[in-house]
C-alpha cells in the first residue's frame, strides 16, 4: 500500500509538504511501533520525531514534495497541493492500492483512491502525514532563525494569533503566502509592484537584466502585489527563469492520463517542487 498526506496546507507561511510511503501494511503491524501510529495532528512532537527513523528503515518507499509559497499563490492552494500529490505517487501497479487522504486528488491519478481521515485509518497515510509534518517543522524551524520576530520555530507558520500580530507589526517575510490573509496587499505594495513592472519593462530581451528582475522579484516577493506576480511569473518562465511547472505538468494538472499507457518512472518534480528518496541527507533532519 502506499499512502500519501500532506502537513501545512492551512499555514500563512512556508511550503506545503507532501509526502508518500509504501510498505506492506502486515509486515508493518508486527512492528511493536505500529500501534503509535495515528494522525501527525494528534502526536507530540516527541513520538512524531521517534517515529519518523523507524517509517523510514522499514517502509519499501519513501517521497516527499515540497512546494513552495511562490508555487501555491500562483496556482492556488488546492492545485499546488494536487501538484505535490502527483509529484510523489509512485508508478501505477494493480497489486499497491494508492490512498490520498482527503476526498480530493489529481485528475493525473484515476487509480488512486481518496479516503476521508485517511491519516487515522490507514497505516501508511498516517506514515506519510507524520514524515511530512517532521520535514515542514524542521524547514520552519531553521527558518526561524533568519525571521526571529515570528517565531516560527513555535507556530511552524500556521495561523496562531502570536503569528498574526506578528505579520501585522512587521509584516510579510519572503516565506510568506500572498493569496492568504492577512498575508495579502500590505502599505506600499503596490509602489513596490510597479517599480518591479517597470524594471521588467526596461529589460526587454537582455538575458542578464532578465536575471536581475527575477531575483528581484523573489527578493521583494513579501512587498508585492499578487497581480503583479501572476503577471510576471509567466513571462519569466518564457524566458527560462521560473520556480513554476513546465507547460506539460500544467497540462497534466487539467487532463486525465490512462494508467494503461502510463509510463514506469515516475515523473520528476519541477523546479522548487522537488522530490526526494528516503536515502537523501534532508531526511537525516
Known amino acids: 500500500m502506499t499512502g500519501i498526506d500532506e502537513a501545512g496546507r492551512g499555514c500563512l507561511a512556508g511550503p506545503v509538504v507532501v509526502a508518500a510511503v509504501t510498505w506492506r501494511p502486515s509486515v508493518i503491524a508486527e512492528q511493536p511501533w505500529f500501534p503509535l501510529l495515528a494522525d501527525s495532528k494528534t502526536l507530540d512532537e516527541k513520538k512524531r520525531d521517534l517515529l519518523f527513523p523507524l517509517i523510514l528503515e522499514h517502509a519499501d518507499r519513501v517521497r516527499t514534495a515540497f512546494v513552495g509559497n511562490i508555487l501555491i499563490d500562483y496556482l492556488n492552494i ?19 492500492p494508492l490512498i490520498i487522504d482527503g476526498n480530493q486528488k489529481p485528475p493525473t491519478l484515476p487509480w488512486a483512491k481518496t479516503l476521508v481521515k485517511g491519516d487515522s485509518r490507514a497505516s501508511a497515510v498516517a506514515a506519510g502525514g507524520i514524515v511530512a509534518k517532521v520535514l515542514r517543522d ?41 493569496s492568504f490573509k492577512p498575508c495579502s496587499l500590505l502599505p506600499d505594495d503596490d509602489a513596490q509592484g510597479a517599480l518591479l513592472q517597470q524594471q521588467f519593462a526596461t529589460a526587454g530581451g537582455d538575458h542578464a537584466a532578465l536575471v536581475a528582475c527575477w531575483r528581484s522579484l523573489q527578493a521583494q516577493y513579501h ?63
Open 138 to 178: 524542521a524547514v520552519m524551524k531553521r527558518h526561524a532563525a533568519a525571521y526571529p520576530a515570528y517565531a516560527f520555530e513555535v507556530h511552524k507558520g500556521y495561523a496562531t494569533k502570536k503569528h498574526r500580530d506578528a505579520v501585522s507589526a512587521h509584516g510579510n517575510t519572503p516565506l510568506h503566502r500572498k
Open 223 to 285: 512587498r508585492l502585489p499578487l497581480a503583479v506576480v501572476r503577471e510576471l511569473l509567466p513571462q519569466l518562465n518564457r524566458a527560462g527563469l521560473s520556480i513554476l511547472p513546465c507547460a506539460a505538468d500544467m497540462a497534466r494538472l487539467a487532463t486525465p492520463i490512462d494508467p494503461a499507457t502510463t509510463s514506469s518512472k515516475t515523473s520528476p518534480c519541477q523546479n522548487d517542487v522537488h522530490s526526494l528518496e528516503a536515502k537523501d541527507p534532508l531526511f537525516s533532519f
Open 78 to 96: 488546492l492545485r499546488a497541493t494536487l501538484h505535490g500529490f502527483e509529484c510523489v505517487a509512485p508508478a501505477f501497479d494493480a497489486t499497491v
